[in-house]
């Protein structure tokens, strides 16, 4: 797959992300389930496929890093929770 189209499979799923943001933001609240525990697990991911797009378009590095660290503060925090919710932490 050549780079452009790779690029346009990125934004897709960008947009994926924001509709799924969207819909988090405005669904109405399951018991035992609240749209903050979702969050976590949607921005870690949306700061991996960031991080590609800028590599991706040639963007500065430093970019590319804020994007990465961004979605790994988000893994963490996604962890965490995960681990407090199952008793483990």
């Excluded at 669904?27 to 979702?38: D, K, N, T």
């Amino acid at each position: 797959m050549a780079l452009p189209e790779l690029a346009r499979v990125v934004d897709l799923a960008l947009a994926i992300i924001a509709i799924e943001l969207v819909l988090i933001a405005l669904s109405v609240r399951r018991p035992g389930r609240s749209r903050a525990a979702l969050l976590p697990t949607v921005l870690s991911g949306l700061g991996l496929l960031l991080a590609l797009r800028s590599a991706l378009a040639g963007a500065a590095e430093g970019l590319t890093l804020a994007a990465l660290s961004f979605g790994g503060l988000a893994h963490v925090a996604d962890l965490v929770l995960r681990l407090r919710r199952a008793g483990l932490r």
